[in-house]
Nanobody, 113 residues
Framework: QVQLVESGGGLVQPGGSLRLSCAAS????????MGWYRQAPGKQREFVAH???????NYADSVKGRFTISGDNAKNTVYLQMNSLKPEDTAVYYC???????WGQGTQVTVSS
């Protein structure tokens, strides 16, 4: 069983930045593609970004140009760098392995002044 543990969430002002981390219990090379999803209160979970074994990335239009997904195979960790945060980015962010369909427990991101 693969365990994915997210961290790095918190409260940030609009325009600020956060970096989320997703630490895997196994080599992320073996469980790529990896993705980030988010779920705001009262809304369905939605795609944010994903990264493939070869390093190709894809983003939701709402975060393109502001968020960057990356992976560190040596640390078995996938990151989501979030810049220029907006109140509408407020959500619980989840890490996901598309190959194994495992999910992390989520980390709360709140963007508010």
């Amino acid at each position: 069983q693969v365990q994915l543990v997210e961290s790095g969430g918190g409260l940030v002002q609009p325009g600020g930045s956060l970096r989320l981390s997703c630490a895997a219990s196994t080599s992320i090379f073996s469980i790529y593609p990896m993705g980030w999803y988010r779920q705001a209160p009262g809304k369905q979970r939605e795609f944010v970004a994903h990264i493939t074994t070869g390093g190709s990335t894809n983003y939701a239009d709402s975060v393109k140009g502001r968020f960057t997904i990356s992976g560190d195979n040596a640390k078995n960790t996938v990151y989501l760098q979030m810049n220029s945060l907006k109140p509408e980015d407020t959500a619980v962010y989840y890490c996901h392995s598309l190959r194994t369909n495992y999910w992390g427990q989520g980390t709360q991101v709140t963007v508010s002044s």
